[in-house]
């Protein structure tokens, strides 16, 4: 199962977001910005998924503003909406069947969550300069940053002797940190294409309403996370920079 490793990927993306802006090229001769919309997947890891499960990703849209601040250093702003799913049973064992924590818990989990924030992303590769046609703009990114969030969940157990115990629901506002990789692919002068990965962390655990159970059926100890990946399409705004002698005066540029 391909997920990237977070322990890695959260530290290199804002290590590496964090940098470029000490490490920033010249202003180009032209800001960039984007208007986008994406549409995906969230998923959730957490008591219920110990894990991340391809299966229960559910649907989700962001919509989202880019605009470049260097030549490797674009910064993002977007908001995103989706639904969570999981369920002890879709949880699997070393021998391929549910184990027996899950199987006597029976807890399933739904809800859905809606995401503020704000990232830094830095381009491996030149993408700004989309007016030669004759080169490809395609370029892997890494992104991090900070964003709100709103999570309701449901969760409820199939067991009725812990039904008392499990069986709650609840809304969530809390801080997360997004990051992850994606790729840039500029299909033409003013339309992207965009493919992204991303995990949120955040500090609780508390989404899925458990942990203050008894230690026998839950971990206390691991807080809850969230994902989003997806596909977008963006639309490409071109700003010229005019040097201060033509902005000074503009009868230069008769």
Not at 45 to 66: C, D, H, I, M
Request: proline share 5%.
């Amino acid at each position: 199962m391909f997920v990237f490793r977070i322990s890695y990927a959260l530290p290199a993306g804002l290590l590496l977001a964090g940098s470029a802006f000490f490490v920033a090229t010249p202003a180009l001769a032209q800001h960039t910005s984007e208007l986008g919309i994406g549409v995906g997947a969230t998923n959730y890891k957490g008591e219920v998924s110990p894990q991340f499960q391809w299966q229960n990703s559910r649907p989700a849209l962001t919509v989202f503003y880019r605009r470049d601040i260097s030549a490797p250093v674009t910064l993002r702003a977007s908001l995103t909406a989706g639904f969570l799913r999981a369920a002890d049973a879709n949880v699997e064992g070393v021998n391929g069947s549910v184990p027996p924590l899950q199987s006597y818990r029976q807890l399933s989990l739904k809800g859905g969550l809606l995401e503020a924030a704000g990232v830094v992303e830095y381009n491996f590769l030149d993408y700004h300069d989309r007016k030669d046609h004759r080169r490809l703009h395609l370029s892997p990114y890494l992104f991090a940053g900070l964003g709100l969030y709103y999570v309701n969940t449901t969760v409820s157990s199939a067991n009725a002797a812990l039904q008392l115990a499990f069986d709650r629901k609840g809304a969530k506002v809390g801080l997360a940190i997004p990051a992850g990789a994606g790729l840039k692919l500029a299909l033409s002068e003013h339309f992207n294409l965009g493919l992204e990965m991303g995990v949120r962390k955040t500090f609780t655990d508390q989404l899925d309403h458990t942990g203050d159970q008894t230690p026998l059926l839950v971990n206390s100890h691991d807080q809850d996370w969230y994902y989003y990946s997806g596909v977008s399409l963006s639309y490409t705004f071109y700003k010229i920079l005019c040097p201060p002698p033509y902005k000074n005066n503009k009868r230069l540029l008769k």
